[in-house]
């Protein structure tokens, strides 16, 4: 019999529609003709045990205990999944082949290999266990997926990497807490002072922006246009170009803050000849944007609708599992495996019958043109977010549901248009010494753009001028009439929104200010994951450390006494971008999982130490909010770290001893 685990009951009763019928159904399981079973979890079935499983003692909060590591790690069942886990235990002994079949990312391997560790499962069964990627849960595609198995231990650098982010984040997570809540305490505060590894520098983003909106002095600085004439008197804007030696009157962004100056540069350059310098005429192009991944489809929908990051991602879970209109949604890659393209006549016909709208005053798709997003190389474990095979109707749809799924299908049909092609040119003039430039840009064929019809809140692709230029040429004598003198004020920068949050966790290299760090960051950049990043900013709200005004996400009092309590690098992202450049190297098999822990649990000690030499005086007077922690909780793979009164916090899977000791023997 081939037991089939799939994570979750929707993706296993998906698996089971493709095997022989009839099925013979059963409590947490169902069985096909051919006696081959489908059984799942519900989630997760394990969770990290509590620090008292490792010494009664650890029950109650105490600095002298700090930090706790443990030596062997454990796994408890949840109590609430018992009862399915018991199923596996049973079906896993009389299966003589097992197949994993958890989503296909890191912590979906882990979710399965985890359960098929704790209940024992060794030698040849364990040795010839096969894994099985489904991002598709039509039953079509489902059958594809099926004649694809691949070895499941062409995952354990997968899983290993999962594993050691589960066991880091505990550690971590647990001990900070723990330690934070402890001495928040000798100064008055009554709360739990939750700290995790990715939560807490996600706040001291929000807490330092608004602290620097909150210290913003505005200052006025200038700029200078020249208004040129050819002999045929056509007319056109240049701006002035501030050279080296206004340096000394000039902000850090190159922002003149001299008056003095721009008004002797518009009295210099009024109603004097003029010539152009240099002028650089191209006809240019653009590529179809890349398909979304689910960072991208956040961002963009947090723009365009007003969604938070929760709302998209669980919107998109209901596309992919009850109306199995999109693929896998909790996607990293941004890429399509080219075998897919066979599919594309399929989906294209599917999208244009049930979504028409998209390109009803377009031109039709061209299935002969094959964008960058079909790469081979780019693509692991799953693939961009697409349409399905089915066809939608959308009168069945929520509103939401409406707009990702259009969004979605959108992106996808961009693939099978042009390239957007324009013409550029570039105009530098010299006036009396000085320098101006001015560019312009006209539109030869909008491609694929002409799928995305302009809105009027659309800006214009930070062009400073998108009119025509009149015809020109490199030595050409002009005459430069009235210089204009424009005064502004420097802004304050904004509050972050959902999709400016996410867009900062997704580049997080921009909030990095090691030079080394960022460097390494330059391939594997963000702060998160795409399962955990909605549920990590939710997080924080629930916690009270973060609040809405209007579309802006601003800290709270709470929030701000945290950060300003713990040591800087606990609360800027460089530690966890690291953490995840590491991971990631683990997952590719460059990097081992004891040159990850063994370090990090060095640094822990030190940590530990710096949080009891020193009072959080920033949370004197602060007041907890009012709620209640979870009772358990080390933290969750999708939704990322939950907290407890007594528990860890910042963990986001867990593993057991049987797991570790394959796994490290594997990587170590």
Known sequence: M?????????????????????????????????????????????????????????????????????????????????????????????????????????????????????????????????????????????????????????????????????????????????????????????????????????????????????????????????????????????????????????????????????????????????????????????????????????????????????????????????HKLITYPRSDSRYLPKEQLALAPVVIGAVLKGAGELTAQCAAPDLKIVSKAWNDAKVDAHHAIVPTEKVATLSALSQAEKQIYLQLARQYLAQFYPVYRYHETQVEVEIAGGHFHTKAKQEIAPGWKQLFPKRSDDKADGDEALALLPPLHKGQELHSGLGELIEKQTQPPKAFTDATLLSAMTGISRYVTNPEIRKILKETDGLGTEATRAGIIELLFKRGFLTRQGKSIVSTPVGRGLINSLPESATTPDMTALWESHLDAISRKEAKYLSFMAPLVESLNGLIMQAGAQLPKALQGVEAPKRSFKKRGYGNRRGGATGAKGKASGAKKTATRAAAKTRAKTSA
């Open 2 to 322: 081939i037991l089939y685990i799939a994570e979750k009951p929707s993706l296993g009763r998906a698996i089971a529609d493709v095997l022989p019928k009839p099925h013979k159904k059963g409590e947490g399981y169902i069985t096909a003709a051919n006696g081959d079973t489908v059984s799942w979890c519900i989630g997760h079935l394990l969770e990290q045990a509590e620090p008292d499983s490792y010494d009664p003692a650890f029950k109650s909060w105490s600095f002298d205990h700090l930090p706790i590591v443990p030596q062997q790690w454990k796994m408890t069942p949840k109590s609430k999944t018992r009862g399915q886990l018991s199923v596996l235990r049973k079906l896993v002994k009389q299966a003589c082949q097992l197949v994993n079949a958890g989503d296909p990312d890191r912590e979906g391997q882990l979710l399965v290999d985890e359960v098929i560790a704790y209940l024992g499962v060794k030698g040849d069964k364990l040795e010839q266990t096969q894994r099985l990627l489904v991002s598709d849960l039509n039953p079509q595609a489902v059958k594809r997926a099926l004649g694809q198995l691949r070895s499941n231990r062409e995952f354990i650098p997968l899983s290993t990497s999962a594993l050691a982010r589960s066991r880091a984040d505990w550690l971590y997570g647990m001990n900070m807490t723990r330690a934070y809540t402890l001495q928040g305490r000798k100064v008055g505060y009554q709360g739990v002072l939750s700290v995790g590894r990715v939560q807490t520098p996600l706040l001291g983003l929000v807490v330092r922006r608004d602290e620097a909106i909150e210290n913003f002095v505005s200052k006025p600085f200038y700029e200078v246009l020249a208004n040129l004439y050819t002999q045929e008197q056509a007319h056109f804007k240049a701006k002035w170009q501030p050279s080296e030696a206004c340096q000394p009157y000039m902000d850090e962004e190159g922002r003149v803050l001299s008056r003095r100056l721009a008004e002797n540069v518009v009295g210099r350059i009024t109603e004097q000849p003029a010539k152009v310098t240099d002028l650089q005429a191209k006809d240019k192009q653009q590529g179809q944007p890349l398909p979304y991944n689910l960072s991208s489809l956040q961002i963009d929908a947090a723009k365009r609708f007003g969604m938070s990051a929760k709302t998209v991602l669980d919107t998109c879970q209901s596309l992919y599992e009850k």
